[in-house]
């Protein structure tokens, strides 16, 4: 048996985690220049609200109070999924993370009696333990799965197993076409002029004539929807985000700024270790803070701001540089915090980067830093503990805050 974990309007629960009053209303998140709705609540859907609906066409639900439209908070849902990710993990022995709010679960020699209550043990866990609510869908194939899944989600039902094979049939006799995994919009549309509308019209049609039709990946969907499983969890073992991150909650609430820099100068520095070994430079850094979440008569906070990159790397003076411009926006010294983060996100392999014609090329040229780095990693690996630190790392942050540039290569020895 294969099971699917997915959380329900993922961005959005996330929010409510931090502010309750979202319970129950319409809400939406918006994309990253709050062009467009990324994620809805049920109450949204029920108002009609489309996935990618711009912000114009719901603006005038917005002012009448109808709709509440938030602008995403990728460090919150980042931070949340690693906590809804771990507990997946404790629940067989592979685990896919297919994506940022759902993961499969392999559950061969898992007797079909128990999978009721892995379900809702799942879902009991993410709820108390991440404030998530989840669907898990259990049947023979990942497709199946999925679709397991959506009927749960559609009939309010935490857990839904699909496996009696009539009961397949008649539900796939009423799944359209489009609705199946792995069925793009533009398959959908051709094979709806062949006909083909519902799931069980696609499974009876012939095998070849679906080959000529879809290729390959939808002759595995075929076999899938048949019972056969056909896609390989490995196959789906992506990584799922294109980022790197650490954190840490303190053992006390902090409310010092310089103690917080340091702590994320830090941070900052393994991520950027973490990046150069892998080769690879980023173009965003995510700063976030963290007020204590069980203070549960204060409202929480939860700031964070995505500062983006000229151009893509991998240096830690330039990537500490950007996390400190983004504390600075973001912290308020009024504020006791219990956590601290940071993201790098948007990575990509050095080199693969095109400059953009508008964006000042540096004088630290990409290279001369990189060597730079790499000078740095090799006498901080060879030497045990690492030498050579950022003087913001060691709390010197007075030397960096008339400029955050100033401070780049003020490297000191620890000796
Ligand atoms: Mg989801």
Redesign the pocket.
Known sequence: MIGLA?????FVSCERTINKDLEGRAVVVMSNNDGCAIARSNEAKALGIKMGQPMFEIRHLVNSGQLVALSSNYALYHEISNVVHKIFHKYAPTVIDYSV??AFFDLTGIPVEALDEIGANICNECLSEAGIPVTVGFSHTKTLAKIASEIGKKSKRRVVTLVDPVEINDILSRTPINDVWGIGRRTARKLYFEGIHTAKNYIDCDIHHIKHLTGINGVKTHNELRMIPCIDLDACNRPIQNSISESRTFSRDISDYEIIKTRLTTYTTHCATRLRNMNSQCSSVIVYLATNRFHTNESQQFPSIEIRLNQPSGSTSLLVEAMIQGLDKIFDPAIAYKKAGIVLANISPIRATTPSLFDPIEDNTVDSNHQLMQAIDEINHSSSGGVLRLASQMGLGKIGESSALSSSFQFRSKK
């Open positions: 997915d959380c329900n309007n993922f709010d759902e």
